[in-house]
């Protein structure tokens, strides 16, 4: 299995930006379709946005589509998400997910195969 590093949390204003960074090892990194899932205080974990294998398909949830950019590079094995506009409500934890089917991104799941360790994203008024 792949193993999965998060980076690039913090703290943000309300229409504040981040760059949340994943770095991969341990596997072939382009078999695995990638995900960003965030978990905020009391709720459950939910789909965020997700990137096939090869950058050309992308999926988002609605209520990120349009302010949030997932991207990979596979070269580098890593996947980001640029995250622009921040809400309160984008406040959680966030964690990078893979899976080696396209399942999970498609019907924008959270049973991944493969999680980091998250990485705390608290965006302030």
């Known amino acids: 299995q792949v193993q999965l590093v998060e980076s690039g949390g913090g703290l943000a204003q309300a229409g504040g930006s981040l760059r949340l960074s994943c770095a991969a090892s341990g596997d072939t990194f382009n078999v695995y379709a990638m995900a960003w899932l965030r978990q905020a205080p009391g709720k459950e974990r939910e789909f965020v946005a997700g990137?096939?294998?090869?950058?050309?398909?992308?999926y988002y949830a609605d209520a990120v589509k349009g302010r949030f950019t997932i991207s990979r590079d596979n070269a580098k094995n890593t996947v980001d998400l640029q995250m622009n506009s921040l809400r309160l409500e984008d406040t959680g934890v966030y964690y990078c997910?893979?899976?080696?089917?396209?399942?999970?991104?498609?019907?924008?799941?959270?049973?991944?195969?493969?999680w980091g360790q998250g990485t705390q994203v608290t965006v302030s008024s």
């Open positions: 990137i096939g294998w090869k950058d050309v398909s992308t």
């Open positions: 997910a893979a899976d080696r089917t396209l399942l999970q991104i498609e019907a924008r799941r959270t049973d991944f195969g493969s």
